[in-house]
């Protein structure tokens, strides 16, 4: 049975490496694996996603409406903009981070920050992880990714895969520590 | 297991390239071909001749010109590139082929970074060329190495249609070897390849008879295959990417006739299948370029009626509109995400440009063209009216001056090119410019680099794609060749407000031509990245007046909150001082410097 896999988050938040981790470490598993990601207009600020599908043959690349069985998101109200594309009974693992769109900079649009908390009375399967808050007091805010590697890892159930010497494969040598420390600390929570 | 590695369709095609043992490669970098021949220029590069061409057309007559002398070569461009590219492209229809010759077209369903979502399939016909259709990464390199040898074995020029879901999936592929192919002995022909009437006219004859030959070849070619189910109920008609939805979506329930090449279609073949079928189906997305073949052959078939001509398709999708049923949705949720638009970078020198701009709207009407700065369109800075296609930007103002003047509107046409715009189709348009003395202000906004694309090199850069120095064509001298008298030139750094509303003022001022290069490079690039770094701005607390004269520019490091201005993100403020020069109360400090 495919297993599918969204990534939501902003241009410059890592959605892409971590998305190339999960891809090799399912490929050392025996998963046929694809994934999917969109370049161009996106990079500049605006909303990135990635997509993931493993099993044991997968056809499409690409998610449609009510296909993923996980959510992962970076950012608050990313995770709201993907709700779409959740399958009934589907997971949302999200941050509570808050990146601040240029209508909600300029004032002309309020930010909703209770998003999570509605989120959380409305659907059974949320599991908030302060993923950029982690990363900070790991001393890297760029290791948000990897903490939600961990939590991501953690909820499917993929911990039979060795996932740190990838980790350490992908991110730069004098950054690997903290990253281990960022991906156990995502697992764990 | 071993051998097998995770590509994007674009990395396989350019492994396809190099184990194909093709010698030249050229491109203009466009999403979502670019990466094609990044990764030639990065990996293969000591095999194969690679480069940045100006534009789409040059990138086909290089490859044109080493066919014809004996090379494999390679040309790929996004879809609408191949409308720039056509010219070369539907002479080497006719004239075939020295060495193999490889044309890809990756199409953009979904106008994901396009201003079109033409379907490219169509040129195939129109221009003669031989088709291939990958659905995935491993066929993505399969299909590249299978179309040098298709194109010399049948004297053609191949087109690679790819789509953005092909070349930006990723998908395991097995590796091979590079293939040693030697160069063909160059022999001058003048009745295959100078293609004047004479020529011209033999040549398609040639052409018509190998598209019959080449036909019988596609009737039973292992690219086009048929994939059988236990019975004869259903039966799918498909190909590149709609073969994976269709595959989603039916599983072994159906019949597939899988085809990957596309061009000449295997009529024969088609007919057998669709001939034992109860049901079939075209899946395929955007034109109904298989479905119109299917019916050709008279056969009835289910296809657009129920699937959507527009936009990219996905197996959700597919299902819904084959298999019907209400979706239950999976979540109500009572709150709403706020739009995120992409926007020009902090830092970003087009935003000086684009405020002034804003500020002399009631002078003069902008048009504006394909880059970065086709994100200033946007409220509050409003930047352009229209926009067509690369250097349109500062060609349709001459006709639209015209216009404006006929219905007695006062205000001047403005046009705006980005420098790897200019260098691309921007030239040709200022020379008509400048002969036609049109009354216009023709802008070139020169960040040193193609930047929407992520920074690639181009004639204005020292570095070329091989990673060697290359000479900087110099663009001010360039536009001053077309003759221009010195006075109706601007060169002003579009970060010095002042600077930059004086070259309006002149500009506005005098009736005919005036250009105004904008010269200010990338805030992205990496030298300015170091040279920014610690550089930021402060906004002082107390001085802030709450006036929101720095919102006006829409800085992404800027907020306002609480009441007051506050730069948000101190990370991504380069100090460029923009903000600083709205400020009227002196609250803002640039600091790290």
């Known amino acids: 049975m495919t297993k599918n896999i969204l990534l939501v988050g902003v241009g410059g938040q890592g959605t892409i490496l971590i998305s190339k981790i999960l891809s090799v470490g399912l490929v050392q598993k025996g998963y046929d694996v694809k994934m999917s990601e969109i370049h161009g207009m996106s990079q500049r600020g605006g909303s990135v996603t990635t997509q993931i599908k493993y099993g044991e043959k997968v056809y499409a690349p690409n998610i449609g409406e009510g296909e993923a069985d996980i959510i992962i998101s970076f950012e608050k109200t990313e995770t709201i903009r993907a709700l779409p594309y ?9 941050d509570v981070h808050e990146i601040y769109s240029m209508p909600v900079l300029t004032g002309t649009v ?18 908030v992880v302060k993923a950029a808050e982690v990363a900070q007091k790991l001393g890297n805010t760029r290791a948000q990714n990897i903490v939600l590697l961990g939590a991501l890892v953690k909820s499917m159930k993929l911990d039979d895969i060795d996932w740190e010497p990838i980790v350490a494969q992908f991110v730069p040598a004098k950054a690997k520590d903290v990253n281990i420390a960022a991906f156990r600390a995502g697992f764990e929570m | 297991m071993m051998n097998k590695v995770i590509m994007s369709g674009d990395e396989a095609v350019a492994r396809g390239v190099y184990e194909a ?4 490669a050229a491109a203009y970098p466009g999403t979502p071909s670019t990466e094609i021949l990044e990764n030639i220029g990065e990996l293969y590069k000591d095999d194969i001749y690679c480069e940045w061409a100006t534009n789409e057309k040059v990138a086909a007559e290089v490859a044109a010109g080493a066919s014809i002398g004996g090379a494999r070569a390679l040309c790929a461009m996004k879809h609408v590139g191949m409308n720039v590219a056509a010219d070369p492209i539907f002479t080497m229809g006719y004239a075939g082929v020295n060495g193999g010759l490889v044309i890809v077209s990756a199409d953009d369903p979904g106008c994901h970074s396009s201003q079109n979502e033409q379907d490219n399939r169509l040129y195939a016909p129109h221009a003669k060329l031989a088709m291939m259709e990958p659905s995935d990464s491993q066929e993505c390199k399969d299909f590249t190495i299978a179309a040098f040898e298709l194109s010399e074995r049948f004297d053609i020029p191949v087109m690679l249609r790819m789509t953005t879901r092909v070349c930006h ?8 070897v590079r293939a ?18 004479a020529t011209a006219r033999k040549r398609h004859a040639i052409r018509e008879q190998l598209l019959v030959e080449m036909e019988a070849y596609s009737n039973a070619c292992p690219y086009n295959r048929v994939e059988n189910a236990k019975d004869d109920k259903i039966g799918i008609i498909t190909s590149g990417i709609s073969y994976e939805h269709a595959r989603e979506v039916f599983g072994d329930d159906a019949n597939y006739l899988k085809l990957g090449l596309t061009y000449p279609l295997p009529r024969d073949l088609i007919k057998g299948f669709a001939e034992r079928m109860e049901t079939l189906y075209v899946i395929e997305e955007n034109d109904p370029y298989l479905e119109n073949a299917v019916r050709a052959l008279g056969f009835d078939c289910i296809g657009k009626d129920k699937i959507p001509i527009c936009g990219e398709l996905n197996a959700e999708i597919v299902r819904s509109a084959l298999k019907g049923g209400e979706k239950e949705a999976s979540c109500n949720v009572p709150v709403e995400a706020p739009p995120r638009p992409p926007v020009l970078c902090a830092g970003c020198p087009h935003r000086g440009f684009f405020y002034t701009i804003s500020k002399n709207l009631k002078k003069i009407v902008p048009v504006g063209d394909i880059g970065c700065y086709a994100l200033g369109v946007n409220a509050p800075l409003n930047g352009f009216d229209f926009s067509i296609c690369m250097g349109a930007g500062l060609s349709s103002i001459i006709g639209l001056a015209q216009a404006l003047k006929m219905q007695g509107d006062s205000r001047k046409a403005l046009g705006m090119v ?14 008509d410019v400048i002969s036609s003395e049109a009354n216009v202000i023709a802008c070139i906004l020169d960040n040193s680099i193609t930047a929407m694309t992520g920074h690639q090199e181009n004639p204005g850069t020292e570095k070329n794609l091989m990673g060697r120095p290359s000479p900087v064509v110099d663009l001010v001298a360039l536009v001053r060749a077309t003759g221009i008298s010195e006075d109706r030139i601007r060169i002003v750094d579009p970060l010095d407000l002042d600077a930059m509303q004086a070259a309006m003022d002149a ?14 490079p990338c805030a992205l690039i990496k030298d300015v990245i170091k040279a920014n770094a610690g550089k930021h701005c402060v906004i002082h607390a107390d001085k802030c007046k709450s006036c929101k004269q720095c919102m006006k520019i829409t800085c992404p490091a800027i907020a306002f909150q609480d009441g007051r201005a506050v730069i948000a993100d101190p990370a991504s403020c380069t100090g460029c001082g923009l903000c600083q020069q709205m400020c009227k109360f002196g609250a803002i400090e640039k600091v790290g410097e």
Do not use: W
């Open chain 2, 180 to 197: 040693s192919v030697p160069v063909k002995t160059y022999e001058r022909k003048v009745d295959k390849f100078a293609m004047l009437p």
């Open chain 2, 418 to 431: 980005g420098d790897s715009t200019f260098f691309h189709t921007g030239l040709n348009s200022l020379i």
């Open chain 2, 507 to 520: 500009a506005i001022e005098v009736s005919g031509p005036f250009i105004i290069i904008t010269k200010r």
């Open chain 2, 21 to 24: 043992g093709c010698h030249v």
């Open chain 2, 169 to 176: 999936s990723k998908g395991l592929v097995e590796q091979g």
């Open chain 1, 86 to 94: 959740l399958k009934k009974g589907g997971t949302v693992i999200t």
């Open chain 1, 110 to 127: 309020e930010y909703p920050h209770d998003a999570i908390d509605v989120l959380e009375k409305s659907i059974p399967n949320v599991i």
